[in-house]
């Protein structure tokens, strides 16, 4: 064998060898791209994920915003119709104070003309007294009438 030969044996599996590392990097190189497309792909399907989440998040915030606004005016306006109750009751306590001192007053001036005037019914009780004294006077008058009438017979 000479030397070319050997030479051409040399490269030959030199170039064997090499064409079977390519082979193997590019598998390797391959299913490494592969992994990778992978890990990009789910990357990205969690980003897509993550976006809508911030986008609903977001979209809660401002809704949670808005709701917290309502909140606040509804206590508010919970506020001002209970103060409005407060003064409405403080008023009612005021004005049944004020009903019940004129009942203590009205009730103290029936009492008064009671003793003063003869009271609610002293008309009815004067007509009452007035008319008994005039059944009193005429029951007088016809019994002496009577009298007079016998002592005139019997003087005849």
Same mark, same amino acid.
């Not at 590392?21 to 789910?42: E, I, L, P, V």
């Not at 008064?112 to 007035?130: C, D, F, L, S």
């Given at each position: 064998?000479?030397?070319?030969?050997?030479? +051409?044996?040399?490269?030959? %599996?030199?170039?064997?060898?090499?064409?079977? *590392?390519?082979?193997?990097?590019?598998?390797?190189? &391959?299913?490494?791209?592969?992994? !990778?497309?992978?890990?990009?792909?789910?990357?990205k %399907?969690?980003?897509?994920?993550?976006?809508?989440?911030?986008?609903?998040?977001?979209?809660?915030?401002?809704?949670?915003?808005?709701?917290?606004?309502?909140?606040?005016? %509804?206590?508010? +306006?919970?506020?001002?119709? +209970?103060?409005?109750?407060?003064?409405? !009751?403080?008023?009612?306590?005021?004005?049944? #104070? &004020?009903?019940? =001192?004129?009942?203590?007053?009205?009730?103290?001036?029936? %009492?008064?003309? =009671?003793t #003063?005037?003869?009271?609610? *019914?002293?008309t009815?009780e *004067?007509? !009452?007294?007035?008319? &008994?004294?005039?059944?009193?006077?005429?029951?007088?008058?016809?019994?002496?009438?009577?009298?007079? *009438?016998?002592?005139?017979?019997?003087? &005849?």
């Amino acid at each position: 064998m000479t030397d070319t030969e050997k030479e +051409q044996r040399d490269l030959t %599996k030199r170039m064997r060898l090499l064409e079977g *590392n390519r082979r193997s990097y590019a598998g390797d190189a &391959k299913t490494m791209m592969q992994k !990778q497309m992978d890990t990009m792909n789910a990357l990205k %399907k969690e980003n897509k994920k993550l976006r809508e989440d911030l986008k609903n998040a977001e979209g809660s915030a401002g809704l949670n915003t808005k709701l917290q606004g309502e909140l606040t005016t %509804k206590e508010e +306006q919970y506020d001002n119709i +209970q103060r409005k109750i407060d003064l409405e !009751q403080r008023k009612l306590r005021e004005y049944e #104070t &004020k009903v019940d =001192a004129y009942k203590d007053m009205l009730s103290g001036k029936r %009492k008064e003309r =009671a003793t #003063t005037m003869g009271g609610i *019914n002293a008309t009815q009780e *004067n007509h !009452q007294i007035v008319d &008994k004294q005039i059944k009193v006077l005429e029951n007088r008058l016809d019994q002496a009438l009577v009298k007079f *009438n016998e002592a005139l017979s019997y003087n &005849k």
